[in-house]
């Protein structure tokens, strides 16, 4: 009887469950898309019922699709958008309010009232993070503080807060279970990555008692059982991981200096330090990139929120083209120096700005520019972005030996082309792109055997294509200072606003 591992990858615009043979190859992936909501400005919320009901129906679909019972999976791994904030009554399972995405920028109020030196250091020093909306403790904050007697609830021991990975866990145990694991706790702002726990001073600095929150476990460990009325016979759950470290492991990046980047919807740039918690200069973040027996590997992030999501608003936003796949075909014949920069900063500038209030914009239009020039530059935008992340990286003395590329935008050959060009250096795509799933397949194949060792899984990474430099140093130079004016541009603008109003 043939065995699979299945993957949850549960991503920010899409819930997908891949079923994997035991050597790693796809058998067959379901993806299901769910609304985005935008109650307001710089608000993103999901609804929870959306979130499981995708995942549910999926795994489902995948399963009877392919004629495999719940008896033939060996094991379950999850992986998902991280930082995105859901509360729920412990009783019922009931989310108290809409999951509060990673990208709602509705506390950088908050996080500038409460930021001060002092505070920064602290968080910097205990989570690697930075005081910013983006990490879950001020969504959780805001929750509490917003709903009718979530706070009194809360302190009753009666709420419990998760990521994506511990709601979905809690609700396919049947409310059994509330773990998480390193690499999901260390976005939260709450959890200490050198002492490995949850941080009662930051606990007590955002008002958020401990009970709200789930064990934190190994990346590969016994999470729990899916209930048997969900597929027919309980399936153990053996990984857990957020979706960037599932990446950089499906991506084999174990060794020290090995990078790889992600574009899907925002970029994610992490590069693997070892058993070294390094601190940036430069306003990158430092994480748990997993953490296997008690041992914990960390890594140093970029995290860009715009990449794949640029595509996005120009498909269903502008309705410039129909698939963003169409963006290839459409800009192959335009100059890279067309003069034209599209900064995505749609709600706000990531890493390494950490701008919460900067906005979008296209400049340097001309009466000859046309579609195709703002489909380029948007393409452009996230090669711009990455070199940002790289110059970061570089302030810090670090620069990855290899840099993998993978997520939906990684499929566009101009675009890794224009990726090479712009940072100077190779940039390797794998034959596998999945590799959000193919990481926490492996987790859970290490939990339960079948791999021996991340040794093992190096061996197995495939390359399709390498895309190497062919631009000249002057031109890189001309227009990487031509981006990091019109980021000037961007965050002055902001400024100015700010100083007006
Ligand atoms: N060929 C392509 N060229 C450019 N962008 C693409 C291409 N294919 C997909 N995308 C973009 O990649 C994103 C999807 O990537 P994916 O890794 O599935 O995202 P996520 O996991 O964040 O939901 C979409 O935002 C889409 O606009
Ligand atoms: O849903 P993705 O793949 O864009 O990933 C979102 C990140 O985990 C946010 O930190």
């Known amino acids: 009887m043939s065995k699979y591992i299945l993957s949850i990858d549960q991503g920010t615009t899409s819930s997908r469950a891949i079923l994997f043979t035991k050597d790693a190859k796809v ?7 769910f609304p985005q909501h935008f109650p307001n ?17 999926t795994c489902k679909t995948v399963l009877a699709n392919n004629q495999v019972t719940a008896e033939q999976v060996i094991a379950i791994g999850i992986t998902n958008q991280r ?51 983006y990490f879950s403790a001020t969504k959780i904050r805001w929750i509490l503080d917003n709903v009718t007697d979530a706070q009194q609830q809360a302190l009753a021991g009666e709420l419990a807060f998760g990521t994506v990975d511990s709601y979905l866990l809690w609700h396919l145990t049947a409310g059994k279970v509330h773990r998480t694991d390193a690499t999901n706790a260390s976005r939260t702002l709450l959890f200490n990555i050198h002492q490995q726990c949850w941080d009662e001073e930051l606990l007590t600095q955002f008002n958020i008692p401990h009970s709200m929150l789930p064990e934190v476990m190994d990346s590969a460990a016994e999470f729990g059982s899916t209930s048997s009325e969900i597929f027919g016979a309980p399936i153990k759950i053996c990984a857990m991981a957020g979706d960037q470290q599932a990446a950089l492991i499906g991506q084999a990046c174990f060794k ?12 994610f740039l992490m590069l693997n330090t ?13 994480t748990v990139a997993y953490r296997l027996n ?24 502008l309705k410039l083209l129909e698939h963003a796949g169409d963006s290839e075909a459409m800009v192959k014949d335009v100059p890279l120096d067309h003069g034209v920069f599209l900064v995505p900063s749609f709600t706000g500038l990531g890493a390494p700005y950490w701008d919460a209030n900067a906005r979008g914009a296209i400049l340097g239009l001309t009466r000859d520019s046309g579609i195709s020039t703002i489909v380029a530059a948007a393409l452009q935008s996230v090669g711009y972005q990455t070199k940002d992340l790289q110059k970061a990286m570089e302030g810090d003395g670090l620069r ?16 890794m082309q224009f990726l090479a060009n712009i940072l100077g250096a190779s940039v390797e795509r794998p034959a596998l792109t999945e590799t959000t799933s193919l990481g926490v397949a492996y987790l859970a194949g290490l939990q339960t055997g079948i791999y021996k060792s991340t040794e093992q899984l190096a061996t197995m990474w495939q390359c399709d294509r390498r895309f190497e430099p062919t631009m000249s140093i002057d031109e890189r130079n001309d227009l990487y200072a031509k981006w990091q004016h019109c980021i000037a541009q ?9 100083d007006d109003c």
Not at 41 to 57: A, Y
Not at 258 to 264: I, L, N, V
């Open 83 to 133: 930082e995105t904030t859901l509360v729920w009554n412990k009783k019922t399972g009931q989310p108290i309010y809409n999951a509060i995405v990673w990208q709602d920028r509705r506390t950088s109020e908050y996080c500038e009232q409460i930021r001060s030196d002092k505070l920064s250091k602290k968080i910097s020093d205990k989570t690697g993070l930075l005081l910013d909306p």
């Open 41 to 57: 400005n710089g608000w993103v919320e999901h609804d929870p019922n959306d979130i499981l009901q995708t995942v549910l129906s």
């Open 27 to 33: 058998v067959d992936t379901v993806q299901q898309t």
């Open 490 to 498: 961007v965050t002055l603008s902001n400024n100015a606003t700010k």
């Open 400 to 415: 990855p030996s290899i840099l993998r590329v993978d997520g939906g935008m990684a499929k566009n050959n101009w675009a």
């Open 274 to 286: 070892g058993d070294k918690a390094l601190t940036s200069n430069n306003r990158l973040l430092t």
């Open 256 to 267: 020290e200096g090995m990078a790889k980047s992600t574009y899907g919807t925002g970029c």
């Open 294 to 317: 008690g041992r914990v590997t960390y890594a140093i992030e970029g995290s860009i929120f715009m990449a794949g999501a640029t595509m996005q608003w120009i498909v269903e936003g």
